[in-house]
């Protein structure tokens, strides 16, 4: 039997229907807790409500790295740009602190694709959930849009990416850095 086919069973079953008239009930506090689901159920289970319904969902699981199996389990159910992951900012807890540079990409991407208004499904842990992320506004206001052909001051650049908070580096090896080599800013 094909996964597709398993999830179209899932999608028939009376608890995923009752599942969807809970959370079409228009109540703004809508939250569901599935229980008793072993293995890739949940995800199955899951899948077929997101599909019976067709509205976006925040998945919050409560450790990093079951949110990241979820994750996993749901991009075989759903196109891989129908279903984000976003992680927490820092290495492994904001308890033990350092940011982690590559999650921050990873929060801008999911960020940009909740703000264009697509349809998607969003898998996070609450550490992640809870972190304070820019207003649009805000985004808007710290980009710098640069063009094929265009001139800047190198001077101007560099006094910019220090005030959106990058670093100068002699080498760049990590997001969040830039290094100046003559008259190329490597960013």
């Known amino acids: 039997m094909q996964l597709k086919q398993l999830s179209s069973l899932y999608q028939a079953q009376p608890s995923v229907k009752a599942a969807d008239a809970f959370l079409s ?18 995800s199955l289970v899951l899948g077929a409500i997101i599909r019976h319904t ?16 979820l994750y996993y389990d749901l991009v075989q159910l759903f196109d891989k740009d129908e279903v984000l992951m976003l992680p927490a900012s820092f290495r492994h807890s904001i308890r033990y602190g350092g940011q982690d540079a590559g999650n921050h990409i990873l929060r ?38 640069i063009e094929k052909g265009a001139r800047l001051d190198t001077s101007f650049v560099i006094e910019l990416l220090g005030e959106f908070g990058f670093q100068q580096t002699d080498y760049v090896y990590e997001p969040g850095q830039f290094a100046v080599r003559g008259s190329l800013i490597d960013v």
Do not use: M, N, W
Not at 25 to 42: E, M, N, T, W
Not at 55 to 65: E, N, S
Not at 135 to 141: D, G, I, R, V, W
């Open 108 to 145: 801008t991407e999911v960020l940009a694709a909740l703000a264009q208004g697509r349809r998607k499904v969003v898998v996070t842990c609450p550490e992640a959930f809870i972190e304070k992320v820019l207003t649009q506004e805000e985004l808007e206001a710290r980009t710098l849009q």
């Open 25 to 42: 009930s228009g109540r703004q506090d809508s939250v569901l807790h599935l229980r008793q689901l072993a293995g890739s159920a949940a």
């Open 54 to 69: 067709g509205r976006p969902f925040v998945l919050v699981h409560d450790d990093p790295d079951q949110a990241a199996y």
